[in-house]
């Protein structure tokens, strides 16, 4: 990437807490850099990342996507021409402008068939709109394909999340091993998310991938997605806001 932007891309299985370590990420980001650009892009079909940051998006990058493709399937070849023409304009109106931060959604892919010049088109626009930012956090889903498929294939800081399971750890090291040839990356490291017994730290195996932090069952955390309360009311001595913040101070965002 050539120009300074910090991208900040959050993978891991599901229901390990992505969602809400990618938020409070972005809480953290906006509380220590109160002037810098910071887009939050919200990658995971499920749009739950809108939902943890307080936000009700109207469009997403797919409604972009399927308006073009509707209109290559119609045989209407010159207006799809023309809508992909207006989509970097199209996708700023789609960015929802909150205090500290904005919001970008990437959506729910439905259309069948393959579109693929369509596809890597809005990712190169998408890519373009991440240099206007100053740091930009993906909250991706479950694996780490999509992300390079609809949003970007450089990032500069992977960040792989799990649960204390065995299988957690075990999808975590097969995301790296993914991501080593499918994702530009500068450094990457792991979040041991929900453990409940710090004793069994000992015997959580990430392979060759350094452990950034262990964030312990955050009781704070969980009344807040039960009532589907925004991250950014969350005290800061909540542990995940404080896990979030050793990592960024491990990984240089701090």
């Known amino acids: 990437m050539e120009n300074k932007s910090k991208v900040i891309a959050v993978a891991g299985k599901g229901g390990v807490g992505k969602t809400s370590i990618s938020a409070s990420i972005v809480k953290t ?46 045989g209407n070849t010159k207006d799809a021409i023309e809508l992909l023409g207006e989509s970097r304009f199209r996708i700023f109106d789609t960015i929802v402008e909150k205090d500290g931060f904005a919001f970008l959604a990437i959506g729910r892919p439905e259309s069948t068939g393959c579109y693929c010049k ?83 730290m000992e015997y959580i195996n990430t392979g060759d991938i350094p452990i950034l932090s262990y964030i312990e069952e955050d009781k704070n955390l969980a009344s807040f997605d039960v009532q589907g309360k925004s991250i950014f009311n969350l005290p800061d001595n909540s542990k995940v806001v404080i896990g979030v913040k050793e990592v960024l101070k491990k990984i240089n965002i701090l």
Request: zero cysteines; charged letters at 25%.
């Open 29 to 74: 980001l906006v509380a220590a850099f109160p002037h810098a650009r910071i887009l939050a892009i919200d990658a995971d079909p499920a749009v739950g990342l809108s939902t943890a940051l307080g936000i009700e998006p109207e469009h997403t990058i797919d409604d972009i996507r399927k308006s073009i493709i509707e209109k290559v399937e119609d």
């Open 118 to 200: 369509i596809n890597s088109y809005l990712k190169e626009v998408i890519s373009i709109l991440s240099q206007e930012f100053d740091y930009v956090v993906i909250d991706g889903e479950a694996g780490i394909e999509q992300v390079n498929r609809r949003v970007m294939e450089k990032v500069s800081h992977l960040i792989l999340i799990t649960d204390p399971s065995k299988k957690g750890t075990q999808v975590i090291q097969t995301i790296k091993k993914v991501a080593d040839h499918l994702v530009m990356y500068d450094e990457v490291g792991v979040i041991v998310n929900r453990i409940g017994d710090l004793s069994l």
